[in-house]
């Protein structure tokens, strides 16, 4: 499965809906977007109303990767708000399981995401009710970061875990994937790649979201 949900954080924010519409009009399977509290990581972007308004004007559903504090207070309002994908971090939230249900009863995805240093082995126990696993494949907050090279083999440990238990989890991974690392990406076990800085500070962002469906 080869799939690519470019990231809006990468995006002109003055013309927002400029790249919203593009997406649109791409062959991206999703449009995600990170959600920033300054807190949970060190910077902030954009919040419930944005989203709203990008859910306004997408096509494509939205794939919203919730880096913040206790995101489980904020469940309903994203929902409500258009995630049709609410990521959140198991190194945030204290009742994982609970949260994960709590997505899943709203009628949304759930996914849950992990740091470069947080092991796969956390998954064991609700990799079966989850859709998605996000793998950072950079450290939380900034785009435009170079791929943590050890985040190959960790798609490969959570590809492993998934056939073993033979579940429908799909991995995402989100950072530093460029045309030039796609092919190995999806080749490691990645359905989803998160693309930002390498779609929209391309000369032709339509053609490089085509380039990473047919690496």
Do not use: W
Request: proline fraction near 4%; charge should be negative.
């Amino acid at each position: 499965m080869k799939l690519i949900a470019p990231s809006i954080l990468s995006a002109d924010f003055i013309n927002l809906q400029k790249g919203i519409e593009l997406l649109n009009n791409s062959e991206a399977d999703y449009i995600h977007i990170d959600v920033m509290d300054g807190v949970y990581v060190p910077n902030i972007t954009i919040g419930i109303p944005v989203v709203k308004r990008i859910n306004e004007v997408a096509k494509k559903p939205l794939d919203v990767h919730l880096m913040i504090t206790q995101p489980e207070k904020y469940i309903d309002r994203f929902i409500n708000a258009g995630a049709d994908i609410l990521t959140i971090h198991y190194e945030a939230c204290t009742h994982l399981h609970r949260a994960i249900h709590e997505i899943k009863n709203k009628g949304a995805k759930a996914g849950v995401a992990l740091n470069p240093h947080t092991s796969i082995s956390v998954l064991e126990e609700i990799i079966h009710d989850i859709d998605m696993v996000l793998i950072m494949s950079v450290n939380p907050g900034f785009g435009g970061q170079d791929i943590i090279p050890n985040t190959y083999s960790k798609v490969q440990k959570a590809k492993e875990l998934i056939t073993k238990t033979n579940s429908k989890t799909l991995i995402e991974i989100d950072g530093g994937a460029t045309i030039d690392n796609a092919k190995k990406l999806f080749n490691a076990g990645v359905d989803i790649i998160v693309a930002g800085y390498a779609v929209f500070n391309s000369s032709n962002p339509i053609e490089t979201i085509s380039l990473f469906k047919n690496a």
